[in-house]
């Protein structure tokens, strides 16, 4: 038997996802999630893992895309933002 893969959302899980730039083959965007960038090709089981770990995890995950967006460069954590922000007031 041959497992046929989807494309989803690597985010979500979904398949609701679209195609939105002919040229770029790689940006996609999600309906669910609203998601963009490339998209993964899966198998069943891993497709199902995505979508209970998007159920259980969702909050986690959008706070973590958004901090990524804020400074890509910079990634720290709350804490080590707060040792670095002492230290500044310090001097
Ligand atoms: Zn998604």
Redesign the pocket.
Known sequence: MIKMKTKI?P????EN?EWIIPQNWSMWS?N??D?TGPVIEVDEAVEKQLQENWKNHKNEILNKNKNDEDDEEDDLSDEELEEKLDKLFDD
């Open positions: 959302c985010r979500c899980g979904s996802i999600c669910n999630c998601y």
